[in-house]
């Protein structure tokens, strides 16, 4: 029988069982979806933390390099102190004792500022080393913890990959058996909502997508199958709890 020959209560069977497919396959994926975000944020952390430490281990070369040069500044100033005291021994005049004395004294300043700079910059290595071990251990412990989640999701998408696609060949036929009007309106109002429910029962006198109270009239309409009902507060499609004993009726009878 073509979807358009169907009588109403026969179309909201069909489009309820193909809702209660999609639902499974819903399931599905967000087991699968959390999973994959854990993953994806894992990554980026693990990226994030690999970028901290090349900087902090740059950093700690730079400062090495920074003493290399100040202990240099300290030897050639050493160096230049030994040759002026040499040359104050063969002055011929104030004037030449003078512009030694006045380099001896700079070069000494020298060595002092550099010695200085290198206690200075030598105070910083303890703290930024400890940093980097503990950002080191934190990647290792992030490195772990993603293997582990990686482990865990390829064993859900083992688990469930063979199900997943057998319910989406079922919605697929079952979908065939729904009329367009209606699956264009079950999918429009199924992308609306996270949950993706597009019909549901009438539960507690309320509509169990969005829980707003359905007149006493419109549940009465519900059980007589006359007519497609959506609940005016969110659009989603109403059945009663016995819809999906609809033409299991008719054979019983027979």
């Known amino acids: 029988m073509a979807a358009k020959d169907l009588t109403v209560a026969e179309k909201l069977k069909h489009l309820y069982e193909l809702q209660l497919i999609d639902s499974e396959i819903d399931e599905i994926k967000i087991l699968k979806g959390e999973l994959p975000m854990e993953v994806h944020d894992l990554e980026d952390e693990i ?26 500044n300290i030897e050639e100033a050493k160096s230049l102190i030994e040759r002026y005291t040499q040359q104050m021994d063969n002055v011929k005049n104030n004037r030449e004792y003078e512009a030694l004395t006045k380099e001896l004294e700079l070069q000494k300043l020298e060595i002092q500022l550099s010695e200085k700079k290198i206690r200075e910059t030598n105070s910083q290595i303890p703290a930024k080393q400890e940093t980097l071990a503990a950002t080191e251990e934190r990647l290792t412990s992030k490195r772990t913890d993603l293997e582990e989640k990686k482990v865990e999701l390829e064993k859900i998408i083992v688990k469930t990959e063979k199900n997943e696609e057998k319910l989406k060949k079922k919605s697929e036929k079952k979908r065939k058996s729904v009329e367009n009007r209606l699956l264009t309106s079950y999918d429009r109002v199924r ?25 006493p009239q419109t549940q009465l309409e519900l059980g007589m199958r006359k007519k497609i009902i959506a609940c005016e ?19 019983v009878e027979s």
Do not use: Q
Request: proline share 1%; aromatic share 2%.
């Open 191 to 215: 992308n609306a909502y996270r949950n993706g429910l597009a019909v549901v029962h009438v539960a507690r006198n309320s509509c169990g997508g969005c829980f707003n109270k359905i007149p």
């Open 233 to 251: 507060h969110c659009g989603r499609v109403l059945v009663d709890d016995h819809i999906l004993e609809v033409g299991k009726e008719e054979k």
């Open 47 to 72: 990226a994030g933390l690999e970028t901290r430490i090349s900087r902090m281990k740059k950093t700690l070369e730079d400062i090495e390099g920074e003493i290399s040069r100040h202990n240099g």
